[in-house]
């Protein structure tokens, strides 16, 4: 189950850093619906995330005991690090929309 929710994270983790990427590009090249569309991709992908890290939490809660391992740890730096990510390509699309007047 934890291995099953890990890979899960990681998945929608990476999906969403993706899409943060993807939607720097398109705003440095002017695309701002698209860099807009794929800012709300990667949201969805994060919320995906947060879902996989809430059901270890609430069976924590409920006294589910498990050993944290690796992959966890792993899982939980991707989603940390794909949170961090789409926070920084908001504020860059939002920048290039500044700077490009757009």
């Given at each position: ?5 890990s890979f ?9 850093r ?9 705003a ?46 792993h ?25 490009l007047?757009?």
């Amino acid at each position: 189950m934890n291995e099953e929710i890990s890979f899960q994270l990681i998945l929608h983790a990476g999906n969403s850093r993706s899409s943060s990427m993807e939607a720097l590009e398109m705003a440095r090249n002017a695309r701002f619906a698209e860099a807009e569309e794929k800012l709300t991709e990667a949201e969805d992908e994060l919320h995906q995330a947060h879902e996989s890290q809430t059901k270890l939490l609430v069976d924590e809660a409920r006294g589910i005991e498990f050993r944290p391992n690796i992959l966890l740890i792993h899982a939980q730096d991707h989603f940390t690090a794909a949170m961090l990510n789409l926070d920084l390509s908001r504020e860059l699309v939002h920048m290039y929309r500044l700077l490009l007047k757009k």
